[in-house]
């Protein structure tokens, strides 16, 4: 069984910054790609931003210089940092990740946290 746990959502002002975890927990063999996603109010899920195992990262056009995501592989945690926070970025945040949970299961299954809401005013 695996989890997986947002944290460090809240409430701030336009320009300010925020900065979003993810810790996955339970029966873990192999994190591959983590992802950060959001969902605004009236609107589709979507990309955020990327990140591979071997650091290679990815983000969504309108994040790009204001959003950074990392990952700490020690912790199966994945960050990510969001500064000059617009109130086009309020929405709920949820992190993805490819887990393999054993060593003789080749494929990664995609696992899903339940979401921290951000919420930016102006």
């Known amino acids: 069984q695996v989890q997986l746990v947002e944290s460090g959502g809240g409430l701030v002002q336009a320009g300010g910054s925020l900065r979003l975890s993810c810790v996955a927990s339970g029966t873990i063999f192999r994190i591959n790609t983590m992802h950060w996603y959001r969902q605004a109010p009236g609107k589709q899920r979507e990309l955020v931003a990327g990140i591979t195992s071997d650091g290679s990262t990815t983000y969504e056009d309108s994040v790009k210089g204001r959003f950074t995501v990392s990952r700490d592989n020690a912790k199966n945690t994945v960050f990510l940092q969001m500064n000059s926070l617009k109130p086009d970025d309020t929405a709920v945040y949820y992190c993805?990740?490819?887990?393999?949970?054993?060593?003789?299961?080749?494929?990664?299954?995609?696992?899903w946290g339940k979401g921290t809401l951000v919420t930016v005013s102006s």
């Open positions: 993805q990740m490819a887990i393999v949970v054993r060593r003789d299961i080749s494929r990664a299954m995609n696992y």
